[in-house]
């Protein structure tokens, strides 16, 4: 069961840019809006240097680490060839200009920023 959780307005994240998710407890959630306002949402944490992929270059559906440029792809969470590792993703939905998040139920808190 989804547990839909309403993050922010797709207009409040640039184009081609990203907006963080922070938790209480665990690294945040960076969420990407594409050129098409297609919405993603992985871990703002690369698998390799831990760079924040919210402060990454998007273009087309991936982002690029801004500690050593490696692409994500956006809708997997895995990492462009040849490069190897994945990163974590979460269920998003646009609904009448609202993105939502299909976050855990657990006592951790969100904040968007």
């Known amino acids: 069961m989804k547990n839909w959780t ?19 407890e ?24 831990n760079g924040p992929l919210s402060q990454g270059i998007v273009y087309g559906e991936r ?15 895995c990492m462009v060839a040849p490069d190897v590792g994945e990163v974590r993703r979460f269920d998003v939905k646009v609904e009448d200009g609202a993105v939502y ?6 006592a951790d808190r969100y904040a968007y920023g």
């Open 6 to 24: 309403r993050i922010c307005r797709v207009d409040d994240i640039p184009r081609l840019g990203a907006r963080v998710v922070r938790r209480t």
């Open 26 to 49: 665990g690294p945040n959630i960076a969420v990407f809006r594409t050129a098409t306002d297609t919405c993603f949402a992985l871990l703002d944490r690369c698998p390799h240097k």
């Open 63 to 77: 982002v690029a680490c801004p500690l050593h440029n490696q692409s994500v792809e956006l809708a997997t969470g």
């Open 101 to 106: 998040l299909d976050l855990p139920v657990t």
